[in-house]
């Protein structure tokens, strides 16, 4: 049967399961939401405020789910303003199509009005992408795109419409979603497959390992083996640390769990991976704010390495045990293979760490300190919320403070570092997840970026919270002014009459204001109860409250200050 | 150690295909020295063949993010010995009629043509592996060179092996 482009568009969103979609109309894609408009039983639209906002929340939407998030934004300045969240998703390897409208196929080149090379923008910040010229290449490009979006390493694909394709008619026949046949041509090379005899050789390694140490990063979340991790780190008696986006890949009160690793990791975890004899990375590809010096990097240990992109494998440091292939198989041979162990000489050495150097602040009961609002956050939700950051300050307090111990809960710009990202993001994840809490930690800075996304929030009745530790200044940065730059405060300091909760009542959000400490565990109380709107609260915190631990810029990581 | 390496990379015959790959080397820091595509038996497959200055690491890199670009369907990474490679370069060179016939001299020992012949000029036309081209550029050099235009590297891997698909 003949259907137009558009129909095929929605029939196609169809194939894949797809329930939301978050967006922004323009001209270009006037057919393709008209369509939308005709099928809004099956298939929500989102209309966000900007489209960053759609973007961001498709990220915190297949964050949470591991399904696949979509975005939609008209031609020009509609597709430039996705770019931002689509570099997000990119660096964090999330699953994400994103469609955006071009000009007809005739106008293409001519810088028609509302024209841009988005194909030729995202080539850097996308898996891959495809500009769609004629109506009979539609359905087979969409499928196409989902199928790379969530296969092997995940990752964000766009694809532009060109306006007349909406309009145009072919035949459409109904496809189950499936693995893309795109990897047709590139079998064996997407998905090396390591060896058996690898795998015999890594567990050997393990088991003769005196001081092995496990580096759980975000791939045990997106491909869902926390649990068999878990299971390997029992078993073997090995501690594990995680990196930021590997928070809650590993139940962080497990005894075997030494913290976050990294600029701002645990003194524990930072002196395991120095002293550790084999370092287990799982998922994770040793990022600068992980490994900060590389050459004082776990100086003395071997470095086997998991992971299903072989890209990844040697990198950024030199690898003794590559294992590339999927995740599940590998953990679970690994766990088949390698000994029982019990206590260990290592395990104490470590303990004794945990003992000596704890994450640690001073609340004198007089201002009220950031870290204690997450802890309160973490009590009052019994450690079972979904905690959406922005970046800077925010984002390490609440991936210390608050115990995370299930994946797809700690959603974070942890590769980006994209300030703005959360409020959208936590639109995303609360309409993904009605039945949880979702609470964005916000900086000051951070939420006057995007707040124009609370009116998304209201209009959809999305009851998160948004936790503001206003301290009036760009803190993660004055920090570093502060401690390395002899304080000289280049423009990080942001005291100017903005009201807070008069602007989030202006969105028809309520707004709370917290000074006192005492005040804490009511504010939260109430905004947890509320369950028909967002709730602002607008804690203020002392401007020279510091995160830490922290590694000085090109420290080695053991040498993390730990306080003031 | 720094070496020269000879990459052939098959990719679909897409539009936009070659400025993935181009922008992939100079996103990741990657010396191109050159490039050359061109399409293959089957007009839905293209050929680029590039010369990369670099390291283990660095070809390790190279062939490793190529292969995550969905369009690029196989790579190898050429040995010295186990591949013909050949660049097409014309050479215009200051030739008098004092001066014309050694060139032409010096162009049979190469095996190389005259394309074009002025007064005051002649176009030589050699199709080598870069070792040659470098000896008869050296050879040329003192009669003046007034412009060098070469394709890049193409190779092909020697005997029956072969870089074809499937």
């Not at chain 1, 939407?61 to 430039?80: F, L, M």
């Not at chain 2, 001299?105 to 040659?132: G, H, Y």
């Amino acid at each position: 049967m003949k259907y137009t482009g558009a129909q095929i568009f929605v029939e196609c969103l169809k194939e894949q399961g797809v329930e939301t979609i978050f967006g922004f109309p323009g001209g270009k894609v006037l057919f393709l939401y008209d369509e939308l408009v005709k099928n809004s039983d099956s298939i929500k639209h989102i209309l966000t405020t900007h489209e960053q906002g759609a973007a961001h929340a498709a990220d915190g939407y297949a964050r949470t789910t591991g399904k696949v998030g979509v975005c939609i934004a008209t031609s020009g300045p509609g597709a430039t303003n996705l770019v931002t969240g689509i570099a997000t998703a990119y660096m964090d390897s999330v699953p994400m199509v994103a469609f955006t409208g071009q000009v007809g196929k005739k106008d293409l080149g001519k810088d028609s009005f509302q024209e841009v090379d988005i194909t030729g923008i995202t080539i850097p910040i996308t898996k891959h992408n495809y500009i769609v010229k004629e109506v009979d290449k539609l359905a087979d490009t969409i499928r196409e795109a989902f199928a790379i979006a969530r296969e092997g390493r995940p990752g964000p694909v766009l694809v532009d419409i060109c306006v007349n394709v909406g309009r145009e008619e072919c035949e459409y026949e109904k496809v189950e979603a499936k693995s893309g046949d795109y990897l047709k041509r590139h079998a064996g090379i997407h998905h090396e497959c390591v060896s058996e005899e690898h795998i015999a050789e890594a567990a050997k390694a393990i088991n003769e390992a005196k001081r092995p140490f496990i580096l759980s990063g975000g791939g045990v979340i997106i491909s869902g083996t926390s649990e068999k991790l878990t299971k390997l780190a029992r078993k073997g008696m090995i501690p594990v640390a995680t990196t930021l986006m590997g928070l809650g890949g590993f139940p962080s009160k497990d005894r075997l769990c030494t913290g976050l690793i990294g600029m701002h990791g645990s003194k524990t975890s930072n002196l395991t991976a120095t002293h550790c004899d084999l370092l287990i990375a799982v998922g994770a590809r040793f990022s600068d704010r992980v490994t900060s010096s590389v050459s004082n990097f776990a100086p003395g240990a071997k470095v086997m390495h998991i992971d299903i992109d072989s890209a990844e494998i040697g990198k950024n440091i030199p690898v003794d045990y590559p294992l590339c292939g999927f995740m599940d198989d590998i953990l679970e041979k690994l766990t088949e293979l390698i000994d029982e162990k019990k206590e260990s000489d290592w395990i104490d050495r470590i303990n004794a760490w945990r003992a000596k150097f704890p994450l640690s602040y001073l609340d004198d009961g007089k201002t009220v300190k950031p870290q204690t609002v997450v802890r309160k956050l973490d009590k009052l939700t019994n450690g079972k919320a979904i905690i959406v950051t922005e970046v800077g300050q925010n984002q390490i307090w609440a991936a210390q403070w608050y115990k995370f111990s299930e994946p797809r809960t700690y959603i974070s710009s942890g590769g980006l570092g994209t300030m703005g990202y959360g409020l959208g993001a936590a639109i995303g994840a609360q309409i993904a997840n009605p039945h949880k809490k979702v609470i964005n930690v916000a900086g000051d800075g951070s939420f006057r970026m995007n707040c124009n996304e609370l009116a998304t929030a209201v209009r959809y009745k999305v009851p998160i919270v948004i936790a503001i530790l206003n301290n009036s200044v760009l803190g993660m940065v004055r920090q570093w002014q502060t401690m390395f730059l002899e304080k000289r405060y280049a423009e990080t300091t942001i005291e100017d009459s903005m009201d807070y909760v008069a602007l989030a009542e202006a969105y028809g959000a309520i707004g709370i204001r917290v000074k006192d400490p005492n005040d804490v565990d009511a504010a939260i109380e109430r905004a947890l109860e509320v369950t028909d709107r967002p709730v602002v609260i607008d804690f203020w915190i002392d401007k020279d409250e510091k995160v830490f631990p922290i590694v000085p810029p090109g420290a080695s990581i053991e040498d993390v200050i730990t306080e003031d | 150690m720094e070496q020269r390496h000879t990459l052939s990379v098959l990719v679909e015959n897409h539009a936009g295909v070659l400025s993935r790959v181009a922008g992939l080397f100079s996103r990741r820091g990657f010396n191109i020295d050159s490039l050359a595509v061109g399409e293959t038996n089957d007009p839905g497959i293209s050929r680029i063949t590039i010369v990369v200055k670099g390291d283990d690491y660095i070809i390790d890199q190279v062939s490793k993010q190529l292969n995550k670009l969905v369009d690029v369907i196989k790579i190898k990474v050429f040995k010295t010995s186990e591949f013909v490679g050949r660049e097409l370069v014309l050479i215009k060179v200051n030739a008098d009629a004092k001066s014309r016939t050694e060139i032409i001299q010096l162009v049979d020992i190469f095996r190389a043509n005259i394309v074009d012949v002025a007064p005051d000029s002649m176009t030589v036309e050699i199709s080598a592996d870069q070792e040659k081209i470098n000896a008869l550029s050296i050879l040329l050099e003192p009669y003046g060179i007034l412009e060098v235009v070469r394709t890049g590297v193409i190779a092909i891997e020697r005997g029956s092996g072969d870089n074809h698909i499937l």
